[in-house]
């Protein structure tokens, strides 16, 4: 493989930038906000489960009163 030297490897990721197709401002925070949205949903999701399972073992092992 030939070696590249620092100013073509320069311009060819300016070329590669180029092509890239970035998001927009309002693509990029309703992205963010719907992450957002679905991190809250699986926390409490999972917040609830584990508060069922744990009444259940208490209930189970006659700790729950």
Known sequence: MAKTSP???VRQVRQE???VT???RKETLVTTATVL???VLVALF???IDQVFSW???TVLGLGR
Request: hydrophobic content about 60%; aromatic content about 22%; proline content about 6%.
């Open 7 to 9: 100013v073509e490897f």
């Open 17 to 19: 930038a180029n092509k």
């Open 22 to 24: 970035w998001p927009t």
């Open 37 to 39: 949205v679905m991190i």
């Open 46 to 48: 999972f917040f609830l």
């Open 56 to 58: 259940g073992v208490q």
